[in-house]
C-alpha cells in the first residue's frame, strides 16, 4: 500500500460518544431540559438545526456564537486532556509511516478543535497532512474531497488509496468512488452490516487488517 486516508472521529480517535451526545451535554451543562431534537451527524448543519429547537421549545433566545463557542471549548478541551485513540492505531501509524506509506486525514471536524488532540497523541509526523470538509466546502455524502486528496497524496487513481472509515454515509461514498475501503468498528455506528457490505475489509482492530489483501 502506498496511499491511505484516514476519518478521524470514530476511526483513529474514540470520540463519537461525545458527539453523538454534544446537545445533551450542552442541555445537562447548562440546566436545561430535554427536548425533542435528534442529532444529524452528517454536516455541520447539526449546530443550527440544534440551536433552533432549544429556542424555539424551551422559548430561549441563545445566540449562535454563544453555542459555537461553548461546543467548540468543549470538544478541544476533551481532544486536550483525555480522548483515547482507538486501539492499536498508533502502532498501525507507526509501521505504514516506518514503511513509506504517504497518509492524510480527511475530517468533519474543524483543524483547530481536533489539533489538541493531534499534538498530545504525536500524530501530526505520520501525515502529509489533514483535510476538512468546513475548509474544502463539501461534506463527505460526495466523493469530491476524497479524490482531492488522493490526488494531492500523489495517487493516480482511487483504487492505488485505502480510506480507513467508521460511518456508513462515508464508507458507502468511498466505495462507490472506486477506493480500496476499510470499515472501522466504532460503538456508535449502528448499520454494521450495511457498512460491511461496502467493505473491502471490516475490522475492530487495526491488528485485524490483511495486508496482502491492500491495494499495491
Known sequence: MRYAIFDFDGTLIDSMTMWRNMGNIFLKENNLPPLKYQKKMRNDTWEVEFLKAVNEQLGLDISQEFFFKWFSDYVIDAYDKHLPLKPT???????????????????????????????????????????????????????????????????????????????????????????YTVGIYDVTEKNTEEVKRYCHQYIENYNQLDFDKLPL
Not at 504517504?102 to 501525515?127: G, Q
Not at 495517487?155 to 468511498?174: G, H
Open 89 to 179: 492505531a498508533y502502532e498501525f501509524l507507526e509501521k505504514l509511516h516506518n514503511d513509506g506509506v504517504k497518509m492524510c486525514i480527511c475530517s468533519s471536524t474543524h483543524r483547530f478543535m481536533m489539533e489538541p488532540a493531534l499534538k498530545r497523541l504525536d500524530l501530526l509526523k505520520f501525515f502529509e497532512f489533514t483535510c476538512h470538509c468546513n475548509d474544502f466546502g463539501m461534506e463527505k455524502d460526495k466523493p469530491d474531497i476524497y479524490l482531492h486528496c488522493a490526488e494531492k497524496l500523489g495517487a493516480a487513481s482511487p483504487a492505488e488509496v485505502a480510506v480507513f472509515e467508521d460511518a456508513l454515509y462515508a464508507v458507502k461514498t468511498v466505495s462507490e468512488a472506486g477506493f
